[in-house]
């Protein structure tokens, strides 16, 4: 599985830091950053939770 982020989308609200801190982080200008876009399949439920999190729909999960 691969994250995917839309930057058009993205605010930088950190609904999905808090979700999965482990995988996201939103820094001090509001940037949001995938920490391992690749996560192993033994987090798929925690980053599926954090991506459908996001209320601007700015994060995909793929495969």
């Known amino acids: 599985?691969?994250?995917e982020v839309d930057r058009?989308?993205?605010e930088g609200l950190g609904m999905c830091e808090a979700m999965a801190h482990e995988?996201?982080?939103v820094d001090?200008?509001?940037v949001m950053h995938v920490?391992?876009?690749s996560p192993a399949e033994e987090h798929r439920q925690q980053v599926f939770a954090?991506?459908?999190s996001c209320p601007v729909l700015?994060?995909?999960l793929v495969g």
């Open 35 to 37: 920490l391992d876009d």
């Open 8 to 10: 058009d989308r993205c």
């Open 58 to 60: 700015a994060l995909k």
């Open 23 to 25: 995988f996201f982080e």
């Open 1 to 3: 599985m691969r994250i």
């Open 28 to 30: 001090d200008d509001e």
């Open 50 to 52: 954090a991506v459908n």
